[in-house]
């Protein structure tokens, strides 16, 4: 018995109307364009700090003080949970020069802060 595509039903996409069709093509379009990858124009000029393994309680302020005595910090990132607004134990710390970012590695690396044993490192990228 010969195919024939009279006996079959429309194809799934004929019956989207144009317009849904017109949308759903342009969510992908705007999806495709927002990539996570970084610009490999962006820098690193090595003075971002990554801090691990902070208590519930410490605030952007304590991060200030406490990486303020080893150089100058430029901004303090606690990340925090959206709905709670509680510390979700890790930062980023910016610190104004590679010296000082490489002395609070140095001496800031597996010490205690708030009774917890933190971690101080280098960020990869920008």
């Known amino acids: 018995m010969p195919y024939s595509r009279e006996g079959r039903s429309a194809s799934p996409r004929a019956s ?15 999806r495709r364009s927002r990539s996570r990858s970084r610009s490999v124009d962006a820098a690193n000029p090595g003075n971002n700090l990554y ?3 902070l208590s519930t309680r410490v605030t952007t302020g304590d991060l200030e003080k406490y990486f303020g005595k080893e150089g100058k910090v430029l901004e303090c990132h606690l990340v925090t949970d959206p709905r709670t607004r509680e510390s979700r134990g890790f930062a980023f710390v910016t610190m104004e020069t590679l010296e000082d970012a490489e002395r609070c590695v140095k001496y800031l690396n597996r010490s205690v802060l708030e009774g917890r044993l933190i971690t101080v490192e280098k960020v990869l990228y920008v």
């Open 16 to 30: 989207i109307s144009p317009a849904k069709a017109r949308r759903s093509r342009s969510l992908s379009r705007s």
């Open 51 to 53: 801090v691990t393994g």
